[in-house]
Each structure stands twice: as structure tokens, then as C-alpha cells.
């Protein structure tokens, strides 16, 4: 075992400062204060396997773009794209932590628990085993089934960390018979070998390998906000501490989708399943009702929640379409990126006006510019964002699925259907983030006194802007980074041996 | 075909699990959950897996169902737990658990482990040792991040179970 | 002699339990009662199935999967215990209708 491999690095740092913070804080005079100092810690070890990941990427050192090793963990692109992209919500999450934690109780679980649950989001994206999958989604899970009722007065909290709770643990029990499945099918559990073992599978096993691949995208699926499984969403996003909503929705939902392309859509492709149309159903599906829900929503993280739904189902589209469509991949990668910073900016804009105005409800937000201009301004550009408004980094990533779903070619009839179905509902979309900025700049509240904004929140969102402004103008890095992080699926096949060819 | 053993531990894990759902009190539901949960025990030790039945017994049996009826005591007032299912939700319960029976095992039957070729389990028991050597060798990152997940769990449920008189907390911002 | 697929006969009809469970019990500690019925069917699956496939793997992974049900309940008592003593009652009825 290579203890210098990122993933291990990682774990290790991350971990260590984790279980550290709550030793100090057992170790002070002082109960329960504490939360600049630990804010200042987490920040500073996140940022430095930031800066550790980068330099491994930058050093020139070849690293391969999908490796299914011998081990349980690779250390590959794929790895590191979803590694830099939870981090940097990891990052905004503890910085924003600052404020939002203010006169709080505990808030040494509360970092610790967020680091841990980040370094299971990143060691999903990592883990070439399946058993180190589990183990990795449940480190992911458990500390934020904590995280969301850490408001223990709200009535509110509780309820939708009881909901969370019972479909997450029935989401990592299904995962667990899925596995199962695939064990007793294959006699391994290397996720590269027995992708290799179920080609060769007997004909008569193939059904349990249609029911296998289809429970994990059940259980994928719960963390994903995939239509059928999405019914406990919008609750966890909403009572869960809004910050904690910004993990939940920008950080656990993009380690699903890690999960899944490393399972299923590499399953499915050289298992060559025709599941193509099943998933850009799903997709649309998700889309649609993602967004028709969030338009009869009140209270403001709500929508969101329901517009992060519809964003799975834009991410869904290039999951779909892996196996037709070189960009595909390519696009889902550069939207999950995209889609972690607007979201996590997003809700961490409602967490500042939660702190001074400590409401989430939308009659609230009138006349919100002239009160909290800054977290106006930065709410209105993810909300135009996640509705891919041109010059903004949302609109490239969505440009790009769109357009890997026009040009896929003859064999996926229904490719420029789903384009269309994406176009039609971010035009829907558009409509209640406008709503939100209508009542921001347009109309007047009551009180319009100005309001002090949080500072670290305003560091964020400041951050937020920048990239989101950015990398809308200047996106070619991004999609490099996201391009080369995706496998090559039709390499991959010439990798493995004995495939039919169709 | 299969012997007397399998039949008894089949009946007891199956009436017991369906017991711990439909039983009156809470506290024979979870007394009736830790004896399903030895009987899935009794399953692994006829599969030769008795390190991981021992496990199953000091875990969930020793540790789990304890916890469960030690918070079912815990919470336990008079006219709580009194709920009468919804009628309709039930037979819609009914109904989907056995389609779901009904189609997962038809999934299995028609599939090839009926054959008897496949569903041979005579060969000679797992060696005990091979687990340990497996667990310190191939499954060492999985073992320490288990520890970060029992850590996580540890942290996550005394910070929750922690009263707070003291501090002053302005948490429900509804 | 037993076959493999009598043990998994038996863990889908504790799956389909636990199904009924979840669907039906509006209690939170019988909601949870039914995932550890699943979470038990799927490890009599596992093992089952290293029996037959004969190597250790299955085994391995059901310890792992026993440790983490363990982690779970300990985190979801922590949340009832709050909800006991925020409603004095733990019943999914009393709460918010199921939006969404």
C-alpha cells in the first residue's frame, strides 16, 4: 500500500484534524465557545489537501484518468476532479461556519463532523472496491444524518433528520443487497474485475445482474434526488441547518453521482445494457418535476431543494448518454462542479440572511438589495447561473449536455427530445429565480434599513462570484480539467479482455 | 432439499420479524427484533460462517437491539404508541411486499442458481484465519475508514444526545 | 442438504418484511426496526453467497456491513431521543404532512 497516494493523504490529514477538534474542545476551560478557532482549523487542513491535490495535479507527473487497480483505491483524474470539487463546497461550507455557528452549541462536532463526512464524499470518488465504496458512503452519511438535526429546539430540523435518516439507511441497505448480488454473481468485489467477470457471466445469471444494476440505481439514486427516490429531499435541504443544506445538496449529491458513474454507467456500458432511454427518462423526469415543484414554493430553501433536483436531472442527461457521446461524461463532470459552487453559494446567501434576518421565507427577501446588497447581488448570480444565463459558468456546462445530446447521431432518436426537454425547463426554472430577484430589487419591504452583512459569508460569496463570473467568461480550464478527468469509454473496453464488440 | 435446522430457524427469524412490526407494545416488537436477529445468527452458523455469527450476536444482538430497547424504555409513555395503522396503506403494504416477493424470487428462480451445479455449498468452510489476514492486508483503508465512521457515529450521537441548559440558543428561525 | 437458493429465499421474504415495514409503520422506531430487517437480509445474502462462491470476500464485507447498521442505530437514537424530547411522542402522524 502506497501511503503518499492522494486518497490515503487525504484520509489521513483530514481525518486526524477531525477527530482532533473535538479532543481540544474536551480539553478547554470554556464549554462549548470555541467556533472561530475550530472554523479557522477545518478551513485551513481543507485548504491544505487543496493545495496538496493541485500540486499533484500540476506537477507534470502522468496520473491516469480512470484506474481500476488492484487496490481498493486508485489514484486517478476522476478521483481527483470530484476530490478539488467537494472541497472547494467543503471550504465554503466551514468558512461560512464561521458566522453561521455563532453563539451556537457544540460547534466542535459540528466541524468535526463536517470533515468527516468530506472525506467520505472524496473516497467514494476514489474507491475501485465496493466494500470501500459502502464503508466510504456511510462515512459520507452518517455524520450528516447528525449535521441536519444539529438544531435540536426546531421542531422543523428534527423531523426532516428523522425523514433523511430512514431513506439514507435504507438507500445504503439496498446498496448493501446490490453488492451482495454482484458478489455472489462474480465472487469479487474489485468493482474493474467484476465488471470483467459479468461479461463472461453464464447466460442464465444475466437477470440477477439486470436486478443488481437496477438496485443500484435505487440506492445511488436516494443520494442523487432521482424522481422516484427525491421524496424526502426538499424536507432535509430545508430543516436541516442551512449550511448543512449546502453540504447536503452541492457536496453528498455529487458523491452519488461519483458513485454512479463509476458503477453504472461503466456496467452498463460494457455490459452493454440498453438503459440509455431508462436513464434519460429518469433524467427528464427529474427535470420536470424538479421544477414545477419549486414553483409553488414559499420559503426559499425549499426552492432551492427542488431546483437541485432539477439539476440532477441536467447532470442525468450526460449520464445517459455516456455510451453514444464523447462529451457527455465530459459535460455531466463540468456541470457537478459548476452546479457545487452555485448551490453551495446559493444557500449559503439564504444562511446570511437566515443569521441577520432569521427568516427563510420569501416575503422576507423584498427589498433584500437595498438591506444586504452584497448577498443580493451574489444570490442573484447563482440563481442566474443555475438557470444558465449566458455569460455564466451554469450556461457553458449546460451548453455542453445539451449539445452532446443533439449530436449523439442516429442511433439515439430521442437525443435532441431530451435537449429540448433540458432547454424547456431552464426557461421554466427561469421563472421563479426570477421571482426570487424580482422581489429582491423590485419591490419594497417593510424595514429597509441596511443590515451588517456577515464577513466571512460575504468572503465566500465574493469567492463564489468570481468563479461563477469567471470561469463563465474564460471556461475553457474547467472543461479541460473536466474533459481529461472523464474514462474513455471505448478505451476502456479495449482494456478488458474477451468483450464482444456489437 | 433442506433439514429440520433450516426449517425451525427459518420459521423463528420470519415470525419473529413479522412480530416486531405487528406487535401491540414497542418493547415486544424490539425484544422480538433481537430474536430475528439471532436467528439470522443460527442462519450463519449452518453456513459455516461462525466468526461472522458470533459477530452478528455480540453486534446486533449484544449492542443494537439493547440500544433499541433501552430507548423504547426510555421514550415509553402511557398512550404513545397506541397508532392504528391506516387501513388502506396497509393493504397497499401487503400488496407491494409481495410483489416484491413475487418478483425478486421469480427473478432468482428462473435464473441459474436453482442449479444445483451452482447452489453447491458441501466444499470445506472458510478458513477463520483468512479473514484476519484479508481484513490487515487487502481491506487495511477500508478498516480505517470503518474507524472514521464509528468515530463520525460516536461524535454525531453525543452531540445530539447532549442537553444544553446553559448556552443560550437561538436556533428556530421559523 | 440446504442449497443457496433456500437461504436467499428466505432473505428476499425478509426484504419483503421489511418493505411492508417501511410502507406501512408511521413509528419512527418501527421504521427503523424494519431497515435493520432489511439490513439483516441483505447480510444473510452475503454470506450465503461466499459460502457458494467460496472465498472470503463475503464475509468480510458482511462484518463491515454489521459495523455500519451498528453506527447507524446509535446516530438515529440520538435523533429520536431529540424528537422525544421536542414532542414528547415519536409518531411520523404528528408531523408535517409528507410534501412533495
Known amino acids: 500500500m502506497d501511503f503518499l497516494s492522494t486518497p490515503l493523504l487525504v484520509t489521513v490529514i483530514l481525518g486526524s484534524v477531525g477527530l482532533a477538534i473535538p479532543i481540544i474542545d474536551s480539553l478547554r476551560k470554556e464549554r462549548g465557545a470555541g467556533n472561530k478557532l475550530y472554523s479557522v482549523i477545518s478551513v485551513g487542513a481543507i485548504i491544505l489537501i487543496l493545495g496538496i491535490i493541485s500540486i499533484r495535479l500540476f506537477s507534470g507527473e502522468p496520473i491516469p484518468t480512470i484506474e481500476f487497480g488492484k487496490g481498493m483505491l486508485a489514484d486517478d483524474m476522476f478521483g481527483a476532479f470530484f476530490a478539488i470539487s467537494l472541497l472547494i463546497v467543503s471550504v465554503m461550507v466551514t468558512a461560512s461556519s464561521w458566522n453561521y455557528m455563532k453563539n451556537k452549541t457544540n460547534p466542535a462536532a459540528y466541524y468535526s463532523l463536517i470533515l468527516l463526512s468530506s472525506i467520505g464524499m472524496i473516497l467514494i470518488a476514489y474507491s475501485t472496491d465496493l466494500v470501500m465504496l459502502l464503508v466510504a458512503w456511510e462515512l459520507m452519511s452518517i455524520p450528516t444524518y447528525a449535521l441536519a438535526a444539529f438544531s435540536k429546539r426546531d421542531p422543523i430540523s428534527n423531523e426532516a433528520a428523522i425523514k433523511y435518516f430512514l431513506f439514507g439507511a435504507l438507500s445504503s441497505a439496498i446498496l448493501v443487497v446490490a453488492i451482495g448480488l454482484v458478489y455472489g454473481i462474480t465472487g469479487t468485489t474489485n468493482i474493474g474485475q467484476a465488471i470483467i467477470s459479468m461479461v463472461n457471466v453464464q447466460q442464465d445469471l444475466v437477470p440477477i445482474t439486470l436486478l443488481a444494476v437496477a438496485l443500484f440505481i435505487a440506492g445511488f439514486g436516494f443520494k442523487m434526488g432521482l424522481v422516484p427516490f427525491h421524496m424526502w429531499l426538499p424536507d432535509a435541504y430545508e430543516g436541516a441547518p442551512t449550511p448543512i443544506g449546502a453540504l447536503l445538496a452541492a457536496g453528498t449529491k455529487k458523491a452519488g453521482f461519483a458513485a454512479a458513474i463509476r458503477v453504472i454507467v461503466l456496467a452498463v456500458f460494457v455490459l452493454h445494457l440498453d438503459w440509455s432511454m431508462t436513464l434519460a427518462i429518469i433524467a427528464v423526469f427529474t427535470m420536470t418535476l424538479g421544477n414545477l415543484g419549486a414553483l409553488v414554493q414559499k420559503s426559499v430553501p425549499r426552492i432551492l431543494a427542488y431546483s437541485s433536483i432539477a439539476q440532477a436531472g441536467y447532470i442525468m442527461i450526460g449520464l445517459s448518454l455516456a455510451p453514444y457521446s464523447d462529451q457527455a461524461l465530459g459535460g455531466s463532470l463540468f456541470h457537478i462542479i459548476n452546479h457545487a459552487v452555485m448551490k453551495s453559494a446559493a444557500f449559503i446567501a439564504v444562511a446570511a440572511v437566515a443569521i441577520t434576518l432569521a427568516s427563510y421565507s420569501i416575503e422576507k427577501y423584498r427589498g433584500l438589495a437595498r438591506r444586504m446588497p452584497l448577498t443580493a447581488i451574489a444570490l442573484s448570480i447563482s440563481l442566474l447561473a443555475l438557470a444558465g444565463v449566458p455569460p455564466l459558468n451554469g450556461f457553458w456546462s449546460k451548453l455542453v449536455l445539451f449539445n452532446s445530446a443533439i449530436v449523439t447521431g442516429p442511433e439515439v432518436w430521442w437525443g435532441p427530445y431530451l435537449a429540448i426537454a433540458g432547454v424547456l425547463n431552464s426557461a421554466l426554472s427561469l421563472g421563479y429565480y426570477a421571482w426570487i430577484m424580482r422581489k429582491m430589487y423590485m419591490e419594497e419591504g417593510p424595514d429597509m434599513t441596511r443590515v451588517k452583512e456577515p464577513r466571512a459569508i460575504s468572503a465566500v460569496l465574493i469567492f463564489a462570484m468570481i468563479f461563477m463570473v469567471g470561469f463563465g467568461i474564460w471556461h475553457a480550464p474547467i472543461l479541460d480539467f473536466a474533459t481529461n478527468s472523464v474514462p474513455n469509454l471505448s478505451q476502456l473496453v479495449s482494456v478488458l479482455p474477451s468483450v464482444p464488440i456489437k | 432439499m433442506v433439514d429440520a435446522y433450516f426449517v425451525g430457524i427459518a420459521i423463528l427469524t420470519i415470525g419473529t420479524s413479522i412480530v416486531a412490526l405487528e406487535s401491540k407494545e414497542l418493547i415486544y416488537g424490539a425484544i422480538a427484533l433481537a430474536i430475528s436477529m439471532l436467528g439470522i445468527a443460527g442462519f450463519f452458523l449452518l453456513l459455516d460462517a461462525q466468526f461472522v455469527a458470533m459477530f452478528q450476536i455480540t453486534v446486533y444482538v449484544g449492542a443494537v437491539a439493547v440500544l433499541v430497547i433501552f430507548t423504547v424504555m426510555l421514550v415509553r409513555t402511557q398512550d404513545l404508541f397506541s397508532t392504528k395503522d391506516d387501513k388502506g396503506r396497509k393493504v397497499g403494504g401487503i400488496i407491494l411486499a409481495l410483489v416484491t416477493l413475487g418478483g425478486v424470487g421469480a427473478i432468482f428462480l428462473v435464473s441459474g442458481i436453482t442449479n444445483p451445479m451452482f447452489g453447491n455449498l458441501d466444499s470445506d468452510p472458510i478458513d477463520i484465519k483468512e479473514i484476519g489476514k484479508s481484513m490487515l492486508t487487502y481491506y487495511s483503508p477500508a478498516l480505517i475508514v470503518l474507524g472514521l465512521t464509528l468515530a463520525g457515529a460516536v461524535i454525531g450521537a453525543l452531540a445530539l444526545a447532549r442537553r444544553e441548559g446553559l448556552l443560550k440558543e437561538n436556533e428556530s428561525i421559523n | ?100
Open chain 3, 1 to 100: 442438504m440446504n442449497q443457496l437458493i433456500d437461504f436467499v429465499i428466505i432473505s428476499i421474504a425478509l426484504f419483503s418484511i421489511g418493505i411492508y415495514g417501511l410502507v406501512v409503520k408511521r413509528n419512527a422506531i418501527r421504521m427503523i426496526f424494519s431497515i435493520e430487517i432489511i439490513a439483516n437480509a441483505a447480510n444473510l445474502n452475503l454470506v450465503a453467497f461466499s459460502r457458494h462462491v467460496h472465498n472470503v470476500e463475503g464475509q468480510v464485507f458482511a462484518l463491515f456491513s454489521i459495523a455500519i447498521a451498528a453506527a447507524e442505530v446509535a446516530v438515529a437514537l440520538g435523533i429520536i431521543i431529540i424528537a422525544y424530547r421536542l414532542y414528547k411522542q415519536i409518531d411520523v402522524h404528528e408531523f408535517r404532512s409528507l410534501k412533495g
